[in-house]
């Protein structure tokens, strides 16, 4: 990309409809705000990436640092969860959806200073409930592992953010709704109401039983299907066709895609209790509502497939829609892969295993994830009005993503079928079943390390194209004051 | 797709629609399921677990073995549980009416807890596996506790309770490691997790079935 080049000409296409406001103004009322989001996502994506790695060594050295019970392997993965969850996945989104709010209502963020409190009091809520998990105050229910406390801290700050979010939607310039803003407005009301639910049923006034599971259960359906990929999924369908100057195909079929996303999404989750000591037709209805969720996955396919074919060698130059493209790759083959193992007879094998680790790790790294880091891409350079200072380290960062996310899907799929096989087979003992997984903990460790390089090229260049920003400011300030201090010694 | 408020209120009855379904229903299905009692033998089931179980439930939850180790038996057509011996029926939402919070599991990296205390029968208590699972199986990546165990000065003699370590593990002479009371409970814990009880709607199978 070369500098303001691009900038002027993917704003122009952006552009169409007569007399916005100018792009800079509704920039300037994002730019505290959407960095805030956009920092310390990236801060939680480094510290998750650590407790990730750290676990995995766990699982090669078991004897090492045993004698400290906060790096024990159970503390160390929902506290990894948590941060990429919450920390990163969700901050990033949030930075990236409320840029897009200003972008396509054309109206500038309403009150960025409330905004930026909120990711304040944000952080704070999951530095604690993170902590609270390393230190043994989990709450033990799975996928709502922060403690009480944290997470009502963590929707009193949604709330800062949710509220002036919605406002700054309701603002959009007369128009067509773009479904970015559709995906945009399901999400800001979903996180809460989903969260509200799972504080109150699963973790402040738990029912008795499998009740709390079942509730469990809906809420991750829900967190994956209505919260994460909303928020993703705003960002490609707005990227896509801006960057590459081309509508989307089948555009008409979008909104078919957000209702069937916003049904079957929310009726998803119970799907991962197959098997388990839950009235049966709980499970079935996840389970159907799984399935049918190959609907908006292949609408999501026909609307931005063909654009992105047929501009391959724009896909494969481009900083932000490489990584969106095989974010939208991720986004298919996950759940055609969740749709085809919901089904019983390939759950007995598949359930419970490694298999169907590597597709939601493939969700949150590879769909998620990659969506949000190439958006920043894009938007980064608009807020801060400068470039990327190296673009090579752009293509460090991309590279090293996929090779890493390969190597830890891949072998974990793979082998995640032979252990399912035979653990059902009762002939092979479980010990060898288990301990033959090692070699997947081995790649696991070589591809998180090159995903970890990958992210720190990221913020290098971040950190880098912030210094830029700031120094010029700072000389100045450094210089007035020395021309102060030598007036006043002059005087004297 | 342009009027914001029509949005909103499919936004809200889609989501509606699965919180009562997924919500609202189950916790009106479920709340009255109370313990079973036998016909038989008068004895309900589940039941509470004392003190010192319960305690253990939590240290099991805090340290997260659940991150590995599963506590759920599928049906025999739904995987092969059943047959490895992990249960000799398959679990039922009744079975965790006293359980808090659920330790079901999503990861089976590790053996089903679910019946574990009815696998060790008889068998002497885990406390040297819980000290360290390598001393007790040769490769197991199951994560080791030293931290519920003391060490305390010995005039040679062991004493009863305290862990008899294998070669390659020993500690210096003069000492030995005895289970802190939290270990105790962690095992008192394991110790209770056995379902091998016939219920109504998870019937146990007859002798001749098995054949």
Redesign the interface.
């Known amino acids: 990309m070369s500098p303001t080049g691009t900038i002027a000409k993917t704003d122009a296409l952006a552009d169409s409809p007569p007399a916005p406001p100018p792009l800079a103004e509704l920039d300037a009322s994002c730019q505290l705000p959407v960095l805030y989001f956009l920092l310390s996502g990236l801060a939680w994506l480094l510290v998750g990436s650590l407790l990730q790695f750290e676990a995995v060594v766990?699982?090669?050295f078991?004897?090492w640092c045993?004698?400290?019970?906060a790096m024990?392997?159970?503390?160390l993965?929902?506290a990894a969860e948590n941060a990429l969850v919450y920390g990163f996945a969700s901050q990033m989104g949030l930075g990236i959806g409320l840029w897009l709010l200003a972008r396509l209502g054309r109206t500038p963020l309403v009150a960025p200073g409330l905004i930026a409190a909120g990711n304040v009091l944000w952080n704070l809520a999951l530095t604690v409930g993170i902590l609270a998990i390393l230190l043994?105050?989990?709450?033990?229910?799975?996928g709502l592992e922060m403690p009480a406390y944290s997470q009502w801290m963590l929707l009193a700050a949604y709330m800062f953010v949710g509220i002036w979010a919605v406002q700054t939607?309701?603002h959009h310039s007369s128009g067509?709704?773009y479904a970015s803003q559709?995906f945009l407005?399901?999400a800001l009301?979903?996180f809460p109401?989903l969260l509200t639910?799972a504080q109150l049923?699963v973790v402040t006034f738990?029912?008795?039983?499998?009740?709390?599971?079942?509730?469990a259960a809906?809420f991750v359906g829900?967190i994956q299907h209505?919260w994460l990929t909303p928020l993703a999924l705003a960002a490609i369908y707005y990227f896509i066709p801006v960057i590459t100057g081309r509508p989307l195909r089948n555009y008409h079929l979008a909104?078919i895609a957000?209702?069937s996303l916003?049904?079957f999404g929310?009726?998803s989750?119970?799907a991962?209790?197959?098997?388990?000591?839950?009235?049966a037709w709980?499970v079935t209805?996840g389970i159907v509502a799984t399935v049918l969720l190959l609907i908006p996955v292949t609408i999501v396919a026909l609307n931005t497939w063909p654009v992105l074919g047929s501009r391959l060698g724009q896909v494969c130059q481009n900083q932000v829609l490489r990584f969106l493209a095989v974010a939208v790759v991720c986004f298919v083959l996950v759940n055609l892969g969740n749709a085809v193992n919901a089904f019983?007879f390939r759950?007995?094998?598949t359930?419970?295993?490694?298999n169907?680790?590597a597709r939601s790790f493939a969700f949150l790294h590879g769909f998620v994830a990659l969506t949000f880091l190439g958006a920043a891409y894009h938007v980064v350079p608009r807020l801060m009005r400068r470039d990327w200072p190296s673009p090579r380290l752009v293509s460090v960062h991309f590279w090293f993503s996929i090779l890493g996310l390969a190597l830890v899907v891949i072998p974990a799929a793979v082998d995640g079928l032979r252990?399912g096989r035979e653990?059902?087979?009762?002939t092979v003992p479980?010990?060898r079943i288990?301990?033959q997984?090692?070699s997947v903990f081995g790649w696991r460790v070589l591809g998180l390390t090159l995903m970890g390089a990958g992210n720190l090229a990221f913020v290098t260049n971040f950190a880098w194209l912030l210094v830029r920003c700031w120094t010029p400011g700072f000389k100045s300030a450094v210089a007035f004051f020395a021309n102060e201090a030598a007036k006043s010694v002059t005087a004297r | 797709m342009n009027h914001g408020p029509l949005i909103f209120l499919g936004i809200l009855f889609t989501f509606a629609s699965a919180w009562c379904g997924l919500v609202l229903v189950p916790h009106q299905q479920l709340a009255d399921l109370a313990p079973n009692v036998s016909e038989e033998t008068g004895q309900s089931f589940p039941q509470a677990r004392p003190g010192d179980a319960a305690q253990g439930a939590r240290l099991y939850t805090s340290l997260g073995c659940v991150a590995c180790h599963t506590q759920q038996v599928r049906p025999e057509d739904g995987g092969g549980d059943i047959a490895r011996g992990w249960g000799s029926r398959r679990s039922v939402a009744r079975d965790y009416l006293y359980d808090m919070p659920l330790q079901l599991g999503n990861q089976r990296l590790a053996p089903d807890l679910a019946n574990y205390g009815e696998r060790l029968g008889t068998n002497p208590p885990p406390y040297l596996h819980l000290y360290n699972p390598r001393a007790v199986t040769a490769g197991s990546f199951c994560s080791a506790n030293p931290f519920l165990f003391t060490r305390r000065a010995t005039n040679n003699t062991l004493s009863p309770d305290a862990l008899r370590l294998r070669k390659g593990f020993e500690i210096e002479v003069g000492s030995e490691l005895v289970p802190t009371r939290e270990a105790d409970q962690l095992v008192a814990y394991l110790r209770s997790l056995r379902f091998a009880v016939g219920l109504p709607e998870a019937p146990l199978k007859t002798a001749e079935e098995t054949k």
């Open positions: 766990r699982l090669l078991p004897d045993a004698i400290c019970p024990s392997y159970g503390r993965v929902p043994g105050d989990g709450t033990g229910h799975a939607w309701a067509p709704l559709w407005l399901g009301f979903w109401w639910t049923v738990p029912g008795r039983g499998v009740l709390p599971a079942i509730t809906w829900g209505l909104v957000f209702w916003a049904l929310a009726w989750g119970p991962r209790l197959i098997g388990g000591p839950v009235p709980i209805s019983r759950a007995a094998v359930h419970l295993t490694l169907e680790w252990q653990l059902n087979d009762a479980a010990a288990l301990e997984l090692r």
